[in-house]
């Protein structure tokens, strides 16, 4: 046990030699001060001098802080301006993007009332939120889109029953002549004028003359065509006129029923506005499918020429 604590001693002995040996030789070698203070210095850009070790006086050791502090003081003070101006600019940004959303946003419903200035929005609020949404969605494609069984129709008196069973004529009106005219009146506005007017039939439904002569009378230009006129029909919407129809038994009715072709898409496709289904408005129908129920002629609609007045004799 001696023994090893002998051995123990002297080995510890032999390392402290050599590590004093090494920092002497580190202490007395030509290099050891190869590294010049100068590039140890504090902020070497900063503008503060350097001070030699043997010119360490109290008075310039308080420079060389006051410069630091300054110096200090200076980065901090340079930092919050560009924080700020990132800031400022971030702000910029971002009331120009509201901006521009808002202008967006305007230049959307101008284009809207521009497309569809017969929007009634007084009778639109008077419906329920999800009739709303009906009227909503076809508004937002420029057209204006009355349902007969909507809640503020439905229930209404027309012939021997109520306007919801029987009100597709008024109500196809009411929307050639929003949609072509610009002129707001509602299927209430030409229920009433029909019933006044004798063109609501006893039987059932709206007299054919209603369709042509109502809105005429708002300068519509109303043409029969021959139900096999199939190139007319086509022509016609694609040229942003409207088209009645008068429906058989089929997608659309039992008996007879008024319908409008609002459009025509790239492919061909037929799009209607059924007065009586808002799922019936939202497909895309095959002509040939149309043809095969269709009871009667057509109606085209066109707009009224800019040059021409339309009357007031149909007008609540």
């Known amino acids: 046990m001696v023994r090893s604590v002998i051995y123990w001693l002297l080995a510890s002995a032999v390392m402290l030699g050599a590590v004093l040996i090494c920092a002497y030789s580190v202490r007395t070698s030509p290099d050891a001060d190869a590294i010049p203070p100068e590039s140890l210095r504090p902020f070497p850009d900063a503008g503060i001098s350097y001070v030699p070790e043997d010119q360490m006086t109290a008075e310039a050791i308080d420079t060389s802080i006051t410069q630091l502090i300054a110096a200090a003081k200076e980065a901090r003070i340079e930092a919050a301006k560009e924080k700020k101006r990132l800031e400022l600019q971030a702000m910029l940004r971002a009331r120009a993007e509201e901006r521009r959303q808002i202008l ?79 002129i707001p009146v509602t299927p209430d506005d030409l229920r009433k004028y029909a019933i006044d007017n004798y063109y609501c039939a006893p039987g059932g439904g709206t007299y054919y003359g209603f369709m042509t002569i109502v809105p005429a009378q708002y300068g519509i230009r109303v043409t029969e065509v021959y139900r096999g006129d199939k190139k007319a029909v086509i022509d016609a919407l694609k040229e942003g006129k409207l088209v009645l129809a008068t429906m058989g038994p089929g997608d659309f009715t ?19 506005a059924d007065s009586y289904s808002y799922a019936n408005s939202l497909k895309e129908w095959d002509y040939d499918v149309l043809y095969s129920q269709l009871k009667h002629g057509y109606y085209i609609y066109a707009a009224p020429d800019s040059t021409q007045e339309s009357s007031d004799t149909a007008k609540t």
């Open 254 to 272: 039992l008996g007879a029923h008024y319908i409008l072709l609002r459009g025509i898409t790239e492919e061909g496709k037929i799009l209607v």
């Open 104 to 182: 967006a946003e305007q230049a959307a419903i101008a284009a809207k009332e521009a497309a569809a200035p017969g929007y009634n929005k007084e009778f639109v609020a008077a419906l329920t939120e999800e009739e709303q949404a009906e009227a909503a969605y076809f508004y937002d494609l420029g057209y204006v889109y009355f349902r007969q069984t909507w809640s503020t129709l439905d229930e209404l008196e027309y012939s021997y029953d109520n306007f919801g069973e029987y009100g597709c004529g008024p109500t196809c009106a009411a929307a050639v002549i929003a949609n072509l005219a610009g």
